[in-house]
């Protein structure tokens, strides 16, 4: 029976497996000979000191620190949650970089759109340093203490929001589907920096474009030089080759014009005459009339090359329609496939309807500078189809989850899931928020999507909507991690004999199963009680779990009446829960005789 | 000959007279606008058309149907040979060049080793070519004997035995034959022989067959991936359709 181990998915392993697979030679006993890789390279090796390159000190840590597996977990919060059973939404509390590394397994290529507002960086914000040796008991220290602003006097100033920034976005690339995109928020302090750091990580032919939002209106008269009324939003592929064209959904009253159908579509007559142009021949209509002059002796212009008219005539696009003024000469106006995305965009909300929208479900001012509801739900409406999951993981005032939620409420087809991570933020004393009771900034987002999901559910009448979400925090381990020490050596065997956190539930173990074998935290979940003990039938018999103490064969026997019958299933007990090793043994040749050879302990 | 039994069963025999009327197949190469591959099928696969029976309104007491998008004279029936070696996969190629190359409404009666297989599809003119045809929708019969007793087979000779076929005109006449050919078409993945009439459960069922259809796709998957969490993905998948297959057989019945 293999264990399963305690950490996330390991990018270095990975890496290698991928190099493998192209070039097999270079991978010798799973290290890899650099000698051969430069042969198969050839020229095209940069072995000069001056290179182009974009750095800054401790990116090769940063690099590292991506690539270190993590070894917490995330713990399911049901009491915060909304409609725990039902929802496919997720909210994470937690260090984004830990958080991220736990979601690779599960989450690998499965996202279609990430947006994120991270910090800009302009001295007042807060910029998260990462820990080396050990992050997670970092991130609970950090969170425990009111956070301090990254000061421009700092001489690390760049540096530091660059060593952020460079590990999330590269995790963050894995999570991307191959049509993936990705959207950030940022403004002139640290745009240049980001894009340098995209096109490291996206690669410089990913690039689609930046997009630049209009976010005030008026007033600025007290800056200096310039009143500054635009932010960016930067936006990158996956992989450009396989991305879809980008098109807007027509607006109702536009598709109104568009009374006609036929083999090709949609269309309306429009008339052929136009008032400029320079396409001048004469246009027989059906009774011999020729039109070449209108009644100013004026040469006629039509919009279409003659040879191009006569094509369409022949293939049904123009029709002659006898009106007062004599004969009018109409072709087929067809609706093109969509409307192209602008970048500029000066009329998707601006930062005090973002406010507002907030302070409407408050009823103050909880949260400031939130990003406003109608700008990532336009992301969202051209860049996503039917069923596809959208990331924040610099989630704030959990805009994007209002965004999301709105934008399928506005459709008839749309089932769009988001999964949020915000750092537990504590909220200063003096905060708005704090004086109305939240005590960090999750308390804020998870309040503000359970307020926006039930108003939305009010205007619009949908009661199908997943207006729910499971929350999860982070957390170390479930699992005891083998750590002796000189003076407790004794005491480490003896517990070690039972793994299990003593103050950690089957639910937090289960979850933390469901990250390791790389399942999604919304996969379905069956409790099913035999005798009093829990047996968890994940995804339709496609795992089965027990974390009982005292498993008899009884309970496997039973377990093995929910596999799935398309595959045969992972079974996963508690490595010390079995009665005796006589009846472990058994159980794994009793469900060998059934075809399972995926048994795992914990 | 299995598809003569076929006639004799739904009563045509006893109403018109056979034509019998051997068709060149290079008259479809001539006639219609055929491809290297479509040519290929026909003179690979195909044995010898006929043209059997022709109703038109001088033989058969049906008012003809025609408006801007139907051209509904009569109805023809052709019986189509298969060679041996013919797949399934090349029926539908076959019967979509035999029905695009004429502009009346067909019903075809494929014979291949003693069984048929009965193949209809609802056309309409091209808005913009009146001599051209759009075919809307096919519908094939699974493989079945015409002597055949089984209790699905009575059902669809009875549904398009020519007693139980509307005469008002040629365009429901022909639409109740396509609607029974549907219904057995249907069988295996509704569970039932289900005459579908309304614009609902036709939908219904045609939710069904295209979740069937997925289900089959996702079982294929299945069986290749290794990866041990697509698995679980896929599984997941095939048990929600399946669910979902339920529930829309509850709605039909």
């Known amino acids: 029976m293999e264990k399963l181990d305690g950490k996330s998915m390991d990018i270095v392993k990975a890496n290698i497996e991928a190099l493998k697979q192209l070039f097999p030679e270079v991978v010798t006993e799973e290290k890899i000979d650099f000698e051969k890789l430069k042969l198969i390279l050839g020229e095209e090796i940069e072995t000069r000191n001056e290179k182009y390159e974009f750095t800054w000190h401790g990116k090769t840590q940063a690099m590292k620190l ?94 530091d929001w660059l060593n952020m920034m460079y590990p999330r976005l590269k995790l963050a690339r894995n999570l991307l589907r191959e049509d993936g995109v990705i959207l950030i928020s940022i403004n002139d302090s640290e745009i240049t920096n980001l894009k340098k750091l995209c096109e490291e990580i996206f690669g410089e032919e990913n690039h689609i474009c930046d997009f630049v939002w209009q976010n005030k209106k008026g007033g600025g008269n007290d800056s200096k030089f310039i009143a500054v009324e635009h932010e960016y939003i930067v936006v990158f592929a996956k992989n450009l080759n396989v991305l879809p064209p980008f098109f807007e959904a027509y607006s109702e009253e536009y598709l109104k014009r568009y009374k006609e159908e036929d083999e090709k579509g949609k269309f309306y007559w429009d008339t ?331 | 000959m299995a598809g003569f039994t076929f006639y004799a069963r739904i009563g045509l025999d006893d109403k018109v007279r056979p034509l019998h009327k051997k068709l060149d197949k290079k008259m479809f190469y001539d006639f219609a606008d055929l491809t290297k591959k479509e040519k290929d099928y026909i003179t690979k696969y195909v044995d010898r058309i006929e043209l059997t029976y022709l109703l038109t309104p001088s033989v058969v007491n049906i008012q003809p149907f025609i408006n801007e998008d139907y051209h509904y004279e009569g109805v023809m029936f052709i019986t189509i040979r298969l060679r041996q070696e013919t797949k399934d996969a090349h029926l539908s190629v076959i019967g979509e060049i035999i029905q695009g190359a004429l502009p009346n409404p067909v019903v075809i009666v494929f014979e291949k080793e003693g069984n048929i297989q009965v193949g209809t599809c609802l056309k309409r003119l091209n808005k913009i070519d009146k001599t051209q045809v759009v075919l809307e929708e096919f519908a094939y019969t699974p493989w079945f004997s015409s002597d055949s007793d089984d209790e699905m087979v009575r059902r669809f000779i009875d549904a398009v035995h020519i007693t139980a076929l509307s005469f008002s005109h040629f365009f429901r006449f022909y639409q109740d034959i396509h609607i029974a050919v549907q219904a057995f078409q249907h069988v295996k993945a509704v569970g039932a022989f289900y005459i579908a009439t309304d614009e609902e459960s036709r939908q219904l069922i045609a939710q069904i067959e295209q979740a069937e259809a997925e289900i089959a796709k996702w079982k294929n998957k299945i069986k290749k991936e290794t990866q041990f969490n697509r698995k679980v993905e896929y599984n997941m998948k095939i048990q929600q359709l399946t669910k979902q297959i339920e529930q829309w057989k509850q709605q039909l019945r």
């Open chain 1, 66 to 159: 991506a690539q270190t597996p993590s070894t917490g977990t995330l713990r399911p919060d049901k009491a915060s949650s909304k409609n725990w059973a039902t929802t496919e939404n997720l909210y994470i509390e937690g260090d984004n970089l830990e958080v991220l590394k736990l979601l690779q397994k599960s989450y690998f290529g499965k996202i279609k759109m990430i947006y994120i507002d991270p910090p800009y960086n302009t001295g007042k914000d807060f910029v998260y340093k990462d820990d080396f040796r050990d992050n997670i008991k970092n991130y609970k220290e950090i969170t425990q203490q009111t956070t301090k602003a990254n000061t421009e006097t700092s001489g690390r100033f760049h540096t």
């Open chain 1, 272 to 602: 052929f005459k136009r008032k400029s142009g320079k396409q001048y021949y004469p246009i027989t209509c059906p009774d011999g009339t020729v039109l070449e002059y209108d009644e100013y002796g004026n040469k006629i212009s039509w919009l279409r090359s003659q040879d191009r008219f006569y094509k369409d005539l022949e293939e049904g696009e123009i029709r002659f329609v006898k009106t007062e003024n004599g004969w009018s000469v109409q072709f087929k106006q067809r609706l093109p496939k969509g409307k192209k995305p602008r970048s500029i965009l000066d009329d998707k909300g601006n930062t005090s309807t973002g406010a507002e929208e907030v302070f409407n479900l408050f009823n103050r001012h909880v949260f400031s500078n939130p990003k406003p509801v109608e700008l990532i739900k336009y992301f969202i409406e051209f860049l996503t189809d039917d069923n596809d999951i959208i990331l924040d993981f610099f989630s704030g005032s959990a805009t994007t989850a209002h965004s999301v939620i709105l934008s399928n409420a506005k459709s008839t087809s749309r089932k769009n899931k988001f999964i949020l991570v915000q750092l537990p933020e504590i909220l200063k004393e003096n905060d708005e928020a704090y004086k109305a009771g939240y005590k960090n900034i999750c308390e804020i987002g998870k309040e503000r999507i359970r307020r926006a999901g039930e108003k939305i559910v009010q205007e619009t009448g949908k009661t199908d909507l997943d207006i729910g979400f499971k929350v999860f925090k982070l957390d170390s381990s479930n699992v005891k991690t083998w750590d002796p020490d000189f003076d407790n050596l004794e005491q480490t065997l003896f517990d070690l004999q039972d793994n299990i956190k003593e103050d950690r539930t089957k639910e937090d173990l289960l979850y933390e199963i469901l990250l390791k074998i790389g399942l999604p935290l919304t996969t379905p979940i069956e409790e099913i009680d035999y005798n009093g003990k829990t047996i968890y039938n994940v995804a339709y018999g496609s795992v089965l779990v027990c974390l009982e103490d005292d498993i008899d064969l009884d309970i496997v026997q039973e377990m093995l009446k929910y596999q799935s019958e398309h595959m045969p299933p992972k079974v996963i007990f508690k490595e010390s829960g079995f009665i005796s090793d006589a009846v472990k043994t058994n159980a794994i040749q009793t469900l060998k005789k059934h075809g399972i050879t995926d048994v795992r302990s914990v």
